[in-house]
């Protein structure tokens, strides 16, 4: 099993970014992926979570009306498009996996980070103000 995160780097504040994780390994609707952020010094956040078999989308307030989260079954990637970038957005980005059968993503939570099967490694993500 492998998610491989990509696409961050250094932007200034109101410029954009899309993130995309590639998924190997499993089966993509078996598993529902979420992006987690991390800042140095802060707890680990979670940003965003797809499940993409029964269409279940959640936002963290941080993310909302900025970032949108998108997957792809024939790609096998769960992208996340990130606009209005800020500096308080500056951290490693993860992605991450878990058995959607756990129900874990919902409209109105993320998935806990406790409860994750399978991280990727991060991808950083500078916003300079």
């Known amino acids: 099993v492998q998610l491989q995160a990509s696409g961050g780097g250094l932007v200034q504040a109101g410029g954009s970014l899309r993130l995309s994780c590639a998924v190997s390994?499993?089966?993509?609707?078996?598993?529902?992926i979420a992006w987690f952020r991390q800042a140095p010094g802060m707890e680990r956040e979670g940003v965003s979570c797809v499940n993409s078999r029964d269409g279940i989308i959640y936002y963290a307030d941080s993310a909302k009306d900025r970032f949108t989260i998108s997957s792809d079954k024939v790609k096998k990637t769960v992208d996340l498009q990130m606009k209005s970038l800020k500096p308080e957005d500056t951290a490693m980005y993860y992605c991450?996996?878990?058995?959607?059968?756990?129900?874990?993503?919902?409209?109105?939570?993320?998935?806990?980070?406790?409860?994750?099967?399978?991280w990727g490694k991060g991808t950083q993500v500078t916003v300079s103000s």
């Open positions: 991450a996996a878990t058995r959607v059968t756990w129900g874990l993503c919902r409209s109105d939570r993320n998935i806990p980070h406790y409860a994750i099967d399978y």
């Open positions: 390994g499993f089966s993509f609707d078996d598993y529902s």
